[in-house]
């Protein structure tokens, strides 16, 4: 079992940036495949970005790619979600998501654990 809890949410104005923490504990974090979905309202959640087991491989959604930045700290149990350039359209509430299973998987949404999610909201 895994517990996911993100932080670092808030409120900012179009163009700034946010970094979204999620900490995890229980299983060995470093056995997880790693991502970040979105949530919008009245809308589906949808796949952000994804880091493997070693942070050798990552991939992202076209929407966001070149302006956000996953990453992972095995150390401390950590993932990161760099969030540069936001813009309205970005306001969602964002999910941490681990699996047992690889880079593709949770490309394709097939997530063993959910964290309870951090509001993000930018203004224009």
């Known amino acids: 079992q895994v517990q996911l809890v993100e932080s670092g949410g808030g409120l900012v104005q179009a163009g700034g940036s946010l970094r979204l923490s999620c900490v995890a504990s229980?299983?060995?974090?470093?056995?997880?495949?790693m991502g970040w979905f979105r949530q919008a309202p009245g809308k589906e959640r949808e796949f952000v970005a994804a880091?493997?087991?070693?942070?050798?491989?990552?991939y992202y959604a076209d929407s966001v790619k070149g302006q956000f930045t996953i990453s992972r700290d095995n150390a401390k149990n950590t993932g990161y979600l760099q969030m540069d350039s936001l813009k309205p359209e970005d306001t969602a509430v964002y999910h941490c998501?681990?699996?047992?299973?690889?880079?593709?998987?949770?490309?394709?949404?097939?997530?063993?654990?959910w964290g309870q999610g951090t509001q993000v909201t930018v203004s224009s």
């Open positions: 880091i493997s087991r070693s942070s050798k491989s990552t």
């Open positions: 229980g299983r060995t974090f470093s056995d997880a495949t």
């Open positions: 998501a681990a699996s047992t299973r690889e880079l593709g998987a949770v490309v394709a949404g097939t997530i063993d654990y």
